[in-house]
């Protein structure tokens, strides 16, 4: 079991900057991955950035130059470093984690306003 815990969310202008912090459980370099996700209103959820335990990175397009995933092993925790915001970043953003299983956080609430 891996539980997770969200934080960082918020109200942001569009240009602005927020983090997005996902603390684990158990030790982060035993998980295949970890990345964010995020789901907006009336769409599916989608992949926003993936970080593998060798280090390995992908990004959606959407945030490419963007945002930037990163880990502090010390602290057990994946960062989403985003900015640049855009109206469209709007959604609800989820923690995910790789190991053996899938697990979620219970998601973090993004807001930009144009």
């Known amino acids: 079991q891996v539980q997770l815990m969200e934080s960082g969310g918020g109200l942001v202008q569009a240009g602005g900057s927020l983090r997005l912090s996902c603390a684990a459980s158990r030790n982060i370099f035993r998980f295949n991955a970890m990345g964010w996700y995020r789901q907006a209103p009336g769409n599916q959820r989608e992949l926003v950035a993936r970080?593998?335990?060798?280090?390995?990175?992908n990004y959606a397009d959407s945030v490419k130059g963007r945002f930037t995933i990163s880990r502090d092993g010390a602290k057990n925790t994946v960062y989403l470093q985003m900015n640049s915001l855009k109206p469209e970043d709007t959604a609800v953003y989820y923690c995910?984690?790789?190991?053996?299983?899938?697990?979620w956080g219970q998601g973090t609430q993004v807001t930009v306003s144009s």
């Open positions: 970080l593998t335990s060798g280090g390995s990175t």
């Open positions: 995910n984690v790789e190991f053996f299983s899938t697990y």
